[in-house]
């Protein structure tokens, strides 16, 4: 095998083209040890912390070895939290979407009826948080006979939030012959017990890739007192002018009062947390992920799973409430083989707290000097010059795959008995189309939605407007893809 080039691995034309378009050049660590043993359908545990790239270790052996013809789902992945769920969906699809792989996903918070409209469709893959996945097993929106893998990730944050005993729940219901990949920063003794009573035989791969003492984390605290953090960050903000950065506080209040005395300080920045809509918590990653405002202040509901590449400094404003929310938290920066900054603010009645996380992490957190008047005076004037610049936004992964996918609405659906076999049978037989050149396709009930790949989008436009689907000529219009 040539190094770990993805090319070396003899995944499908489809797989490679995806992964090609999403930058990957070379595989992780952890990702070159999975791969492998999910290939050929091991069992397997895998200890990892976030940012090891253990996504795409799963999703890239399991969209390779999808059947594209089965109707039932043949994949439930389970994770603990709604904005984990979105991201592993998300790419997901875009790791199979040239090979026309359906992903759906749920979660609480959205409405059952239009997460069971999705479920009724053919799914390949289905990723869900435990308590909205078994309402769904219960209510036989989601049929498990034809589940070939079970994968749980971040088991060790599903104990955490009370889930396992619904996760076990689920798994008893599971064909007993799946092949089953447990993904866990930790290994506390319940998860272990999970894994020796209901996995076959599973492989052990320990991969330390976020290492929060290494050289890609800058650590430091600072000793503060409640009353004059806020005046303490705002300098450190104005010294060190970061270009990303997350301010971790322990509660939404917290979040939320922070939030306001940012935007009165003139600071662009985004709030995050579980009191939140659901829409407006998914929209808030997703800006910031883009580099639309530079300052996130949230809880620890980002403080692990979240993939937001290039963050420069993670400021823990309240310490956090145990040691291993302290290596998650820190964890967001550091990434990717970037150099990031963590600082705490640690209040005097808290020191022991610190002292604690050293012991855990294995490594003196140096105390940090507060910036210069100069420094602040400096950053100040540079940070108001610039104010009026307007931010470049990063080009989102997904938006690149979509520039050669066409979306095309058809104004007919499930109410005027089309089926997907209809709309494909319709476009494959325009000359030059064939079924390779047709995605994913949707049929709702009042119309449906076809992905045409490639260059052929025009084409099929163009056709379309003279080409019978199911005994008529139906209206058409070109579309966009809807973020989750």
């Known amino acids: ?20 378009s999403l930058g990957y050049e070379h595989l992780t660590e ?8 999910v290939l050929i359908e091991k069992d397997i545990i895998v200890r990892s912390q976030t940012g090891s790239g253990k996504t795409a270790a799963f999703a890239i052996p399991i969209c390779e070895k999808i059947e594209l013809e089965q109707r039932s789902p043949q994949v439930l992945v389970l994770t603990p939290t709604r904005e984990l769920a979105v991201q592993l969906k998300q790419d997901i699809t875009n790791i199979g979407r040239f090979k026309r792989i359906r992903c759906a996903v749920v979660f609480g918070r959205q409405p059952m009826d239009i997460q069971t409209r999705e479920l009724k469709q053919r799914v390949h893959i289905v990723v869900g948080t435990p308590g909205r996945t078994f309402d769904h097993i219960e209510r ?7 589940i070939k893998y079970l994968i749980i990730d971040e088991a060790d944050k599903m104990l955490d939030m ?13 064909p007993g012959n799946r092949v089953t990949l447990l993904f866990s920063a930790t290994m506390p003794d319940k998860i272990s017990d999970i894994c020796n009573k209901y996995m076959i035989h599973p492989m052990q791969i320990d991969v330390d890739s976020e290492n929060p003492t290494g050289e890609q984390i800058q650590q430091g605290y600072y000793e503060v007192e409640e009353v004059n953090k806020f005046n303490l960050l705002t300098k450190i903000i104005y010294s060190s002018r970061p270009e990303s950065c997350i301010v971790f506080c322990n509660t939404r209040e917290k979040v939320d009062t922070l939030f306001e005395k940012m935007e009165r300080e003139g600071f662009c920045c985004g709030n995050l947390h579980g009191g939140m809509e659901q829409r407006d918590r998914l929209q808030t990653i997703q800006n910031f992920k883009r580099g639309a405002f530079p ?49 705490s603010f640690v209040r005097t009645d808290e020191l022991n ?4 996380i050293e012991d855990y992490v294995q490594y003196k957190i140096p105390r940090q000097n507060y910036p210069t ?30 520039k050669e996918i066409t979306r095309i609405r058809i104004n ?31 049929v709702q009930d009042t119309c449906s939605y076809v992905e045409i790949l490639g260059e052929k989008g025009d084409l099929v436009m163009e056709a379309l407007q003279h080409t019978k689907i199911k005994g008529k000529i139906q209206s058409i219009k070109k579309v966009g893809f809807r973020n989750i």
């Open 162 to 174: 009370g889930f396992l005993e619904q996760v076990e729940a689920i798994i008893k219901m599971l």
């Open 373 to 402: 008047i100069e420094d602040v005076a400096t950053g100040k004037e540079l940070l108001k010059r610039n104010s009026t610049v307007r931010p470049i936004l990063k080009v989102d992964k997904s938006q690149e795959l979509n």
């Open 353 to 356: 707290v610190l002292y604690d």
């Open 30 to 37: 952890v990702q070159e040890r999975v791969i492998p043993l």
């Open 412 to 442: 007919a659906g499930k109410k005027t008995k089309m089926r997907p076999g209809d709309i494909m049978g319709a476009i494959s037989s325009i000359t030059g189309v064939s079924g390779s050149d047709i995605g994913v396709i949707d």
């Open 295 to 343: 300052f996130l202040i949230a809880t620890d509901v980002v403080a692990r799973g979240i993939h937001i590449d290039e963050i420069a400094l993670v400021v823990n404003y309240d310490m956090p409430l145990d040691h291993e929310s302290y290596v998650h938290r820190i964890g967001r920066t550091g990434r990717a083989g970037n150099i990031g900054a963590a600082v």
């Open 140 to 146: 036989k929106n989601i049929i498990l006979k034809d």
């Open 1 to 20: 095998m040539d190094d770990n080039n993805i090319e070396s691995y003899g995944f499908s034309r489809e797989i490679i083209k995806a992964l090609t």
